[in-house]
């Protein structure tokens, strides 16, 4: 293998750290038992603690599918989706990987939530790609995609 194709794998590599890191994160803050958490359901706090889980969710998802679509530099419908998908798929398992967590458990609400946080950052990444992208193009050119 020349040196030019070993460099190319590592700067594909390079790229899926924020994805790897941000899905590392995921997975700590999954790992922690629900002793740990005070989740008090009770009154106003209970509500507000309902509204960050919510929040957290839809954050963390847009932020890892942000960082697939850096990683696999997603340009096309295609792997647009392939990003929405993986970070999915994780949320999927992220929640599956729950039901072994003490006092913790999986729940549909959040794997939706999770779907919608991946496919609104893959929208998100598309957006700026086609700001960037048309910003980039000569004068002439704008408007052609």
Not at 9 to 22: C, I, M, N, S
Not at 44 to 58: C, E, I, P, Q, W
Not at 59 to 65: E, K, P, Q, T, V
């Amino acid at each position: 293998m020349s040196m030019s194709k070993v460099r190319a794998k590592l700067r594909v590599g390079g790229r899926l750290l924020p994805a790897l890191f941000t899905a590392s994160i995921i997975f700590a803050i999954s790992h922690i038992p629900s002793e740990q958490i005070d989740l008090s359901s009770g009154g106003k706090l209970g509500t507000t603690l309902v509204r960050l889980d919510v929040a957290y969710h839809l954050i963390i998802f847009l932020i890892l599918s942000i960082s697939i679509c850096f990683g696999i530099r997603a340009r096309s419908t295609r792997t647009l989706l392939l990003s929405a998908l993986i970070a999915t798929a994780y949320g999927v398992s992220d929640e599956f990987h729950q039901l072994f967590i003490r006092g913790r458990d999986a729940q549909i609400i959040d794997m939706f939530i999770n779907c919608l946080g991946a496919t609104l950052g893959s929208g998100i990444w598309k957006g700026f790609y086609y700001m960037i992208r048309s910003a980039n193009q000569p004068a002439g050119k704008k408007g052609r995609h």
